[in-house]
Nanobody, 117 residues
Framework: QVQLVESGGGLVQAGGTLSLSCVAP????????MSWYRQTHGNQRELVAR????????TYDDSVKGRFTISRDNSKNMVYLQMNSLKIEDTGVYYC??????????WGRGTQVTVSS
């Protein structure tokens, strides 16, 4: 069973920064779309950012545009989420996801991000 592993979460004040990382032990990592989702209490997971296999195309939820940046390093099987100007509403558990056509979807177990006032 492939398990993605997120790291980098923590407690930060509003306006601060955090950088999340995810390692994906997939032999064909460079063929996968990679995404970051977040889940807050009682809500479904929502897409925060997504990056194409080659890294040339990125998409963001409107709530994080201009503040968050997704990137990847295919040589290291890593995907990153740089989060700047954090807001209280960014609080949640952040999950990494890998997907590609014809293959199962893989998730990490999540990392907690808490933004305080």
């Amino acid at each position: 069973q492939v398990q993605l592993v997120e790291s980098g979460g923590g407690l930060v004040q509003a306006g601060g920064t955090l950088s999340l990382s995810c390692v994906a032990p997939l032999s064909t990592f460079s063929n996968f779309f990679m995404s970051w989702y977040r889940q807050t209490h009682g809500n479904q997971r929502e897409l925060v950012a997504r990056i194409s296999p080659g890294g040339g195309t990125t998409t963001y939820d409107d709530s994080v545009k201009g503040r968050f940046t997704i990137s990847r390093d295919n040589s290291k099987n890593m995907v990153y989420l740089q989060m700047n100007s954090l807001k209280i509403e960014d609080t949640g558990v952040y999950y990494c996801k890998a997907d590609r056509v014809g293959r199962p979807v893989y998730w990490g177990r999540g990392t907690q991000v808490t933004v305080s006032s």
